[in-house]
């Protein structure tokens, strides 16, 4: 290993951004050289500069700006474009987060170029490999150097898959790291106000390919939340995947449903802590809700964040289900006893992960990272 190594962190869609704030900064406080490639997976301002600024992120040294695409042809840019990068940079240790397109093209660039990695967020799964972001999970762990787990169920999926438990390392979880960073200035009022909301509103965020990609699935869903929004005033903030189809299925700005570009994080979250309900297909707002104490329905048939469901405020339901589940969690609120967050989800993953980190570049034999509580 160099006398002083570089860390390098890939990143493609805006959760990777959450993720990565806190291990970023733990990690420039113990004086490790670091970099960010922003990969441009998410190529819409709103979807990722917007996150630099609200999470102190540094600029990257990298952009590809690869934008959208099939699967095939956005991995292949990918692919080819961090590779580039990687050898340009020559980086001790690569760290990818999630499982977006940008970690699965970054982990199959640097196992080909002998480049340590580290993945975040690893152990994760639905055991549904017809989701995209399934392979890619089970890719990356199987090709990283060093794993993070965000959870205790994912030690024993990494086990079963014979990932030696020398490799990993169970932290908790560092996107709940930055919405613990940002708590303070989450106040809904201002964001309320300007979107013209009421003071008892519901937000929906969908973006999966099964919920959005044919015209049939999107028309099944948006009909259930048209639904929801004659219960309740609804917020859509729209990601750019799959908003033309969206729109064609009849979920358009009027009436009881405000349709709106991305918001960025804070201002996003603010949104969520103010909300009566959230109806979704993302599994960081899973989480995020989980402590938020805000009832969450997940409109997908499974969730590789079991842990929300129970531990937290979340429910899996399919669209036909969507509008009956809405009505009876607007009745009965969130239930999210006190306490019981998933162990590790105080704040101090970051730290965790960058004390890891520190001592593998140094050589060092890692001992398990300890438990920690949550911060009152």
């Not at 020559?90 to 760290?95: A, F, K, N």
């Not at 089970?138 to 959870?151: E, I, Q, R």
């Amino acid at each position: 290993m160099r006398e002083n190594p570089l860390v390098l962190h890939v990143l493609g869609a805006r959760p990777n951004f959450v993720k990565a704030a806190p291990v970023v900064r733990a990690l420039g406080e113990l004086g490790v050289r670091q970099g960010i490639i922003h990969t441009g997976q998410h190529y819409d301002a709103l979807m990722s500069d917007v996150f630099f600024a609200d999470l102190g992120l540094p600029e990257p040294v990298a952009n590809l700006g690869v934008g959208s695409g099939s699967h095939a042809k956005q991995t292949a840019a990918l692919l080819v474009g961090l590779e580039g990068v990687v050898q340009e940079q020559e980086p001790d240790l690569v760290v990818v987060y999630g499982d977006v397109n940008s970690t699965l093209a970054a982990i199959l660039v640097c196992a080909k170029l002998g480049v340590r990695t580290a993945h975040v967020e690893a152990g994760l799964r639905s055991f549904d490999r017809g989701m995209p972001e399934e392979v890619n999970r089970v890719v990356t762990d199987a090709l990283a150097d060093v794993l993070f787990a965000t959870s205790p169920e994912a030690l024993s999926y990494l086990a079963s898959e014979g990932v030696p438990a020398s490799k990993v390392h169970l932290v908790g979880n560092p996107m709940i790291d930055s919405l613990y960073a940002a708590l303070p200035s989450l106040d809904p009022g201002p964001v309320v106000e300007q979107l013209g909301l009421p003071g008892r509103y519901a937000v929906a965020t969908l973006h999966r390919p099964a919920n959005v990609d044919t015209a049939e699935a999107a028309k099944e869903l948006v009909d259930a939340v048209l639904d929801v929004s004659r219960q309740i005033p609804l917020v859509v903030p729209v990601h750019p995947r799959g908003k033309a189809r969206l729109a064609e299925a009849g979920l358009v700005d009027g009436g009881s449903i405000r349709v709106v570009d991305p918001l960025g994080y804070v201002d996003f979250l603010s949104l969520v802590r103010g909300a009566a309900l959230v109806v979704t297909d993302s599994g960081g707002v899973q989480e995020e809700t989980t402590v938020l104490g805000v009832p969450c329905l997940t409109v997908r048939p499974n969730t590789e964040r079991p842990i929300t469901i129970t531990h937290g405020t979340n429910r899996l339901v399919t669209p036909a289900l969507l509008p009956a589940a809405a009505e009876k969690f607007l009745a009965d609120g969130a239930s999210t006893p006190a306490g019981e967050l998933p162990v590790l989800w105080d704040g101090q993953a970051g730290p965790r992960i960058a004390k890891v980190i520190s001592a593998w570049l140094k050589g060092d034999n890692l001992a398990p990272a300890s438990q920690g509580k949550r911060p009152e």
